[in-house]
């Protein structure tokens, strides 16, 4: 897909007839949609009868942690309110590092890499990081990323059916301070709020038509909340009615086609709030344009810090607060992104990698 910056403007008003290449395989998911969501609504209050049901039929996934070789992984995953979660395979074991190391050198103690094949396992645990072996699924070198994506859904309602929040990003994002997501996420106002998505590169176009804008799952935040445990539900068996599915595009078309959000733009910093119309799910989105905005560097150019508010590749990072995370677009290439991470991060942060030490060849 083309790099599409997002406009901050919303597109109201006027619906845009969806192309047919965005809704090949969304129709026959659609019908399913009612009795899917009606099942949900049902079995919410049944003793998680239904949570069993849906765990069984997609191979047991067990949470996270669970048989891992360090009992102190599990304990702290237990104890935690929000833990920052990554997905890495070994063709992305140099950028997971980056990602991990920045991390630990902002301060933050409960992030996990979560690795989808042996071999990065090995290779993170000899290292000493917090990694977790994704259970029951391997993606293979150059394997297909749409049974990765069906894995990720599935992973996040299995973390939420046991009541864990779960801040999931990209190993691609690079941090720019130590912001508690325990605070981010429960300011005032926002106590509704089920889910927070970063915005998207204008992928699926259909969102992007429709909205103005479109949400990305690579840095998302989900909140244990029975709204947000029957969205996955849904999306979850939408994804498993097709036959090529992204998980992206399943969340945007979602929220667009059945639960019909209405946005409100009148928040500070150009946030968005959607509302579900459909008050069989009464979901709460808010968007995270200002706090993780995404960059496509090609069209930008970097300048070298020099004061407080340093002006770095077209966005404003402030030493003493600012910008949570930046989400550059990258193809999906482990040697591009690291090239690009790099680069970003020198240019944009004072510590270069060289100055936070060796770990980051490691």
Not at 68 to 92: A, C, G, K, L, Q
Not at 150 to 156: A, S
Request: aromatic share 10%; proline share 3%; net charge neutral.
């Amino acid at each position: 897909m083309g790099a599409d910056v997002e406009r901050i403007g919303l597109v109201d008003g006027e619906r845009v007839r969806r192309s047919a290449s965005e809704n090949h395989g969304w129709r026959p998911a659609k019908l399913a949609f009612g009795a899917i969501v009606v099942l949900a609504a049902v079995c919410v209050g049944v003793g998680g009868h239904h949570g069993r049901a849906i765990g069984s039929a997609f191979g047991g996934l067990t949470r996270l942690g669970v048989g891992t070789n360090s009992t102190d992984f599990e304990e702290s995953w237990t104890r935690e309110d929000w833990r920052v979660v990554s997905f890495v395979s070994v063709e992305y074991e140099d950028i997971a590092k980056r990602w991990y190391h920045r991390l630990s050198n902002l301060g933050y103690k409960t992030h996990y890499l979560v690795a989808l094949d042996d071999e990065v396992h090995e290779h993170l645990e000899r290292a000493k990081l917090r990694v977790l072996r994704a259970p029951g699924f391997t993606l293979e070198r150059g394997g297909d990323l749409s049974n990765f994506w069906r894995f990720r859904l599935r992973y996040l309602l299995d973390e939420i059916k046991h009541g864990k929040n779960v801040l999931l990003s990209d190993v691609d994002v690079v941090f720019a301070h130590h912001y508690d997501p325990n605070v981010i996420f429960n300011k005032a106002g926002d106590e509704e709020v089920d889910i927070y998505h970063s915005l998207g590169a204008g992928w699926p176009h259909s969102a992007k038509k429709q909205w103005g804008f479109s949400i990305c799952m690579g840095f998302s935040a989900f909140r244990a909340t029975s709204s947000t445990e029957r969205v996955l539900e849904t999306a979850v068996k939408v994804c498993d009615h097709q036959a090529k599915c992204d998980d992206q595009v399943v969340m945007n078309e979602l929220y667009m086609k059945y639960l019909q959000m209405s946005w409100t733009t009148n928040l500070a910093h150009g946030e968005r709030k959607g509302i579900s119309r459909n008050t069989m799910i009464p979901l709460v989105v808010k968007t995270l344009s200002n706090l993780v905005p995404r960059i496509d560097m090609k069209d930008m150019t970097p300048i070298k810090p020099s004061s407080k508010n340093v002006q770095c590749f077209g966005h404003t990072h402030h030493v003493d607060g600012g910008h949570w995370a930046v989400a550059p677009i990258i193809e999906k290439d482990g040697k591009a992104k690291v090239e690009v991470w790099d680069q970003l991060h020198d240019e944009c942060f004072p510590a270069t990698i060289s100055a936070l030490g060796a770990q980051w060849r490691h």
